[in-house]
Nanobody
């Protein structure tokens, strides 16, 4: 059974940085390299894809975070990261990781990111 464990969130001032980690416990390498992504869900809003990483790696970003966020991965540790710089109040959300496409695995508890203005 695959379990996602997200960590690294916290309270930060606007303009600050955070680095999130997501470990995909129980995931085999082929599925891990096929593609994973970071998602976020703000209060009252739908969950949205923030950044994805797959293959070589290849990366893609939501327009709202391009140039500020960087996704990376460690295949050996089955872990993906999200380096978030120049944070804005609108980045406040719970951040989750999962496969980058349906069918999704069960969602983890996420990690809360709160950016104060």
């Amino acid at each position: 059974q695959v379990q996602f464990v997200e960590s690294g969130g916290g309270l930060v001032r606007a303009g600050g940085s955070l680095r999130l980690s997501c470990r995909a416990r129980g995931m085999i390498l082929s599925e891990f390299t096929d593609g994973l992504a970071w998602f976020r869900q703000a209060p009252g809003k739908e969950r949205e894809l923030v950044a994805r990483i797959s293959g070589g790696p290849s990366t893609n970003y939501h327009d709202a975070v391009k140039g500020r966020f960087t996704i990376s991965k460690d295949n050996t540790r089955r872990t993906i990261y999200l380096q978030m710089d120049s944070l804005k109040s609108e980045d406040t959300a719970v951040y989750y990781c999962n496969r980058d496409r349906e069918p999704f695995r069960s969602w983890g508890q996420g990690t809360q990111v709160t950016v104060s203005s």
